[in-house]
């Protein structure tokens, strides 16, 4: 009887020693990203078809771990193709969405992108947000 | 049954990792508003497109002619008005002058043609165009409000 009691314990102390061992937990800490848009509306004022506008410069600031990449998406909610937007003031205005990516430094880096209306389009007032979105690219898992 | 039990526990967990993927690139998002007031295209119409003052002679008299010019746009808006003439002969009252549209987005104003006969000479043809502009004198311009 005693015997048949004793058995089951020994296994289970080779068990626990074969559980012993070490692994290890790497992970490095890096800056939330921070994105500050100063400009909150733009009004266009009254437009008619066809009437010229003048483009408006939108800046914003991207602050992010220094030598990472991170990624900028500029998009819209309006589908009528009215609202155009481009990186250069006078050529490559689109109605889609500005995808690019850029280099950290660490600090405060300004962008800018440039907005106007395709008038000839309208037929209605224009109401409409921009949507800006900026998130590391690339991190590694 | 146990084997299938545990296919689905595992899918189950790997669904809540796929979903903070997000969240591990530090996405951040910043909004803007874009607003434009649509006004009406202006249109203008003019009661006459030819006035003939038939034969004159130097220093005939010559009856003047109001010519009604009738214009859409936006309601309430102001509009301003000029009318010009690229000859030498026609005389023009009421050139120029402001007004503001209804709420039914009509407006209308007149002004007189005339000819002015005392340097014409023998077998002159007189044929000038006038020409009748109109703008909208209150548009609004662009704004941009700070955060």
């Known amino acids: 009887m005693n015997k048949a009691l004793l058995l089951p314990l020994i296994f289970l102390s080779t068990l626990l020693s074969a559980a012993d061992g070490q692994f290890y ?50 998009s819209n909610d309006d589908s009528s193709g009215v609202l155009q937007m481009s990186r250069s003031s006078s050529t490559g205005y689109t109605g889609n969405n500005i995808t690019y990516i850029n280099t950290a430094n660490g600090s405060n880096q300004r962008h800018e992108f440039y907005v106007d209306l395709a008038t000839e389009k309208m037929s209605d007032k224009l109401s409409a947000t921009i949507f800006l979105m900026a998130l590391y690219n690339d991190i590694p898992e | 049954m146990k084997k299938l039990l545990l296919a689905a526990s595992i899918f189950a967990l790997s669904a809540p990792a796929m979903a903070s993927s997000n969240e591990l690139d530090n996405e951040k998002e910043a909004t803007l508003k874009v607003i434009a007031h649509y006004v009406e295209p202006l ?39 000029k009318i010009s003439s690229d000859g030498d002969y026609a005389t023009l009252e009421n050139t120029s002058g402001t007004g503001a549209f209804g709420v039914d987005g009509k407006g209308e104003f007149y002004f007189v043609v005339g000819l002015d006969t005392k340097d014409l000479i023998e077998d002159q043809e007189v044929n000038e165009t006038v020409t009748v502009s109109v703008t909208y004198s209150g548009i609004a311009t662009t704004t941009t409000t700070k955060s």
């Open chain 1, 25 to 74: 937990i790497n992970g490095q800490a890096i800056k939330d990203i921070s994105i500050s848009l100063g400009v909150s509306s733009i009004n266009f004022g009254d437009v008619y078809n066809g009437s010229q506008v003048e483009s408006v410069l939108v800046d914003f600031y991207v602050n992010a771990e220094d030598s990472y990449d991170y990624r900028v998406q500029i």
């Open chain 2, 43 to 81: 249109t203008v119409e003019l009661a006459f497109t030819v006035i003939d003052f038939g034969d004159v002679y130097t220093d005939s008299e010559v009856g003047t002619v109001p010519v009604l010019t009738e214009l859409a746009g936006e309601p309430l808006e102001e509009y301003s008005f």
